[in-house]
């Protein structure tokens, strides 16, 4: 069996429902330990920046579910952190993840090309 690699965060702030701000506290070198974007992998939530309007309306219900599982300074750890193609920490929140897809207010997600509409609920 393969050992998950784990890291402690610290809540910033809150971006949207698959993405947050966090600190690092192992971790002394500012530049690379706060303020750091991490987007939670397994998952894709509604666009904040949508034009639709059932979509922002999801996208704002699943970004407050996040603010309020993680309120500012929360910690907590990310599973199986990685790097992704946008340079963030892509890592495993399962318990807020889980939250979200039971709320349906997230979709499972690999990283493919996304082809879920939230317009069409």
Known sequence: MKAVAIIFATIVRVID??????DLPDCNVDLVCKNIEVRF????????HSKCPAEKERALKAKAMVEQAFPKGTQ?????????KYFRILAFAPVVS????????????GGEKKIYDWCKL
């Open 17 to 22: 429902g698959d993405t947050v701000r966090v």
């Open 41 to 48: 992998a397994g998952i894709d939530t509604p666009e904040l």
């Open 76 to 84: 907590f750890v990310l599973a199986d952190p990685k790097k992704d």
């Open 98 to 109: 889980k939250q979200l897809l039971d709320a349906g207010l997230a979709i499972p997600y």
